[in-house]
């Protein structure tokens, strides 16, 4: 009996081969055998195809199958097996989005071709084939030539979207991020940050032209068209307040706007006659200083400046037998005048009155005018005399005779 070869076979996704052969042309064969297993020439699984000339063999795993056809007749003799018919195992697979065609694991015949259709589903296009792992580009079609062993074939697919520009900009001093052309698919959201350089703040943020605030980060929700972003900067600035109380200035004063990391100076001035009797920098003594400097401002601060008159000492002294008044040590603001009245006991008067050291005279009272300076004022007393004239005719005398001095 002899046979020829099996000239094709059809393939399912179960695992299952469907083959054909050519009739015998021995008149006697009553039926055929199938024998098939993993190796060349070593059949360890047989099916009685009957008196047919197809035969479907189940459940066949992931590798290449050898396939061969013997005839037998009624006394069960049976031929040898035909020639092999070799058949490898592919495996075609698609992701979500589209299909492959043939689809599944199924065997092809060795040395044969198998082409595959890969179809998008609509709102897909195909972004990947891969062939036994590795890429073959974002085919449709593709064949496998000249079949010598197993293959796997993989395609996948990514939605069909519409993206739409998003234009970042940042001025001088800060940055946003992302920046540039940003391409955002259609209906996703994009956020971005907006940060600001040491010793800066952002100033302003709009998009598509319109002012969204001095904000931080901005996200577009459910994006469908083509937006603009765009932030500025400005150099932080903290407020010194600068006050002076009555009799004085500070200057710069009032609300004092100061750049970060940069200095400012107060310089605190009396009006004549007063003197800096204490500076406060946020509420701490910094003494009664003239001048201050804040240096690498980085928070608010208030300065305060009070002033206090600026005042002399006149000492008032009185000898025995009088008084001065006011007396002792007299204190005096500048510029300003103080009087003095001097008043000798019962029966004496003033004999000198010295200021400075310098005699003014036997004045009863004396007034230092604008006082710019300390001084000394001092009265002396002595007493009140009157003269008794005594005198004595001839032949006699008086005692004590001539101008006699008695004290009132």
Known sequence: MLFAQQVCYAQTTSGQVEIRWNADSDTAVTGYTVGYGTSTGNYTNTLNAGNTTTATLPSLTSTPYYIAVAAYDANNDTSSYSPELVVEPLTATAGTGGSISSSGSFFQTQGASQTFTITPTTGYNVSAVTVDGVSVGAVTTYTLSNIAGSHTIAATFAATTTSYTITATAGAN??????????????????????????????????????????????????????????TFAVTSYTITASAGTNGSISPSGTVSVNSGASQSFTITPATGYHVSAVTVDGASVGAV????????????TIAATFAPITYTITASAGTNGSISPSGTVT?????????????????????????????????????????????IAATFAPITYTITASAGTNGSISPSGAVSVNS
């Open 290 to 301: 003239a001048s201050y400097t804040f240096s690498n401002v980085t928070a608010a601060h």
């Open 174 to 231: 800060g940055s946003i991020s992302p920046s540039g052309a940003v391409s955002v698919n259609s209906g996703a959201s994009q956020s971005f940050t907006i940060t600001p350089a040491a010793g800066y703040q952002v100033s302003a943020v709009t998009v598509d032209g319109a002012s969204v605030g001095a904000v931080t980060s901005y996200t577009f929700s459910n994006v469908t068209a083509a937006h603009t972003i765009a932030a």
């Open 332 to 376: 005096v603001n500048s510029g300003a005048s103080q009087g003095f009245t001097i008043t000798p006991a019962s029966g004496y008067q003033v004999s000198a009155v010295t200021v400075d050291g310098a005699s003014v005279g036997a004045v009863a009272s004396y007034t230092f005018p604008n006082v710019t300076a300390a001084h000394t």
